[in-house]
């Protein structure tokens, strides 16, 4: 069993940067981040694989960017030019897959609410 631990959220004006930490309690393949927002579905955010391969929801490319130090299984997901729009929680997630769907990731976080406002 795998235990993911997140942080870094918080409340930031737009235009403005986070970043997101998330560690994990064992190595796995995948490690990556989806948000989701009051009424919507969880959506992929950024994922990693291991090896370094990536995959990037389009609203985000260019803005996000996600890494990970695989020494010390942790995943980060640095944000910069927020929008309102990037306002959810988001979730880690972690899969012995390489780049799975959302439906083969094992192990998910808690959560941290990222909120975009002036």
């Known amino acids: 069993q795998v235990q993911l631990v997140e942080s870094g959220g918080g409340l930031v004006q737009p235009g403005g940067s986070l970043r997101l930490s998330c560690a994990a309690s064992?190595?796995?393949?995948?490690m990556g981040w989806y948000r989701q927002a009051p009424g919507k579905q969880r959506e992929l955010v950024a994922a990693?694989?291991?090896?370094?391969?990536?995959n990037y929801a389009d609203s985000v490319k260019g803005r996000f960017t996600i890494s990970r130090d695989n020494a010390k299984n942790t995943v980060f997901l640095q944000m910069n030019s927020l929008k309102p729009d990037d306002t959810a929680v988001y979730y880690c997630?972690?899969?012995?897959?390489?780049?799975?769907?959302?439906?083969?990731?094992?192990?998910w976080g808690q959560g941290t609410q990222v909120t975009v406002s002036s």
């Open positions: 990693i694989s291991s090896a370094g391969s990536t």
């Open positions: 064992g190595s796995i393949s995948t």
């Open positions: 997630a972690a899969s012995q897959w390489v780049l799975p769907t959302i439906r083969l990731y094992n192990y």
